[in-house]
């Protein structure tokens, strides 16, 4: 699939329409889903939220992360594949040099780092399109490197360091989690994560 083909962009706008200003109402089939905000407070709190996400999914779902080093993405896979039901759920690092790891649980659960990629292509080279036709999960960090590869129902998930109540100077222990998609299947799904209420 070339970067420069029309459904391409469409996918670009669709997942990350502040790139695209004034263009968020372009829709492909579903409708878009409300964004969810929360705020978590510490990695725990993280952890807790992927592990409920992972204990929901079914398979063949594709969890697309973004944002800055230190922002928790690692931690959101972690807890993930420990909700999948894989014991080996702290094995899961930033894999620096090995592009893909796959952890074993309930479904599978493949865990890509994109960071060093220098084209979505590489991506491809790893089997990515083939990987789609599976039942595993896939996880992709850093995957505003390749947008072009996301199905449109991909759930997006931007982290970013956020201020809470009491934070000192410099980044704390607050996260943003904004999870939007362009599927509004997911809106009823991560309505039902009991951690929700706990976080309102
Ligand atoms: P990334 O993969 O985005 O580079 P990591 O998950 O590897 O980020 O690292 C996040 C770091 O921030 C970890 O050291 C984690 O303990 C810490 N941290 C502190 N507060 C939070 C939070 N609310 N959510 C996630 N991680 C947090
Ligand atoms: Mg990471």
Redesign the pocket.
């Known amino acids: 699939m070339g970067a420069d083909c029309p459904a391409d962009c469409q996918q670009l706008k669709l997942f990350f329409p502040s790139l695209f200003p004034g263009r968020a109402d372009v829709e492909i089939g579903t409708r878009q889903m409300k964004p969810v905000e929360r705020l978590?407070?510490?990695?725990k709190?993280?952890f807790e939220v992927a592990r409920q996400l992972g204990e929901e999914f079914a398979g063949g779902e594709v969890l697309a992360l973004v944002?800055d080093?230190?922002?928790?993405?690692?931690?959101f896979t972690r807890g993930l594949v420990c909700g999948t039901g894989c014991e080996e759920y702290m094995r899961v690092n930033?894999p620096t040099y090995v592009l893909e790891q796959v952890y074993q649980g309930r479904i599978p659960v493949r865990h890509y780092d994109a960071y060093r990629l220098d084209s979505p292509y590489e991506l491809e080279d790893l089997g990515f399109q083939e990987a789609l036709a599976t039942e595993a999960v896939l996880v992709v960090?850093w995957a505003d490197r390749v947008q072009s590869l996301l199905p449109a129902d991909s759930l997006l998930l931007e982290?970013s360091f956020a201020r809470s109540d009491g934070d000192e100077e410099g980044p704390g222990?607050?996260?943003l989690l904004r999870f939007s998609s362009a599927d509004d299947s997911w809106e009823r799904r991560l309505a039902g994560l009991r951690c929700w209420a706990d976080n309102e």
């Open positions: 978590t407070r510490s990695a709190e993280t944002g080093l230190g922002a928790g993405k690692t931690t930033s960090e982290l222990n607050a996260r």
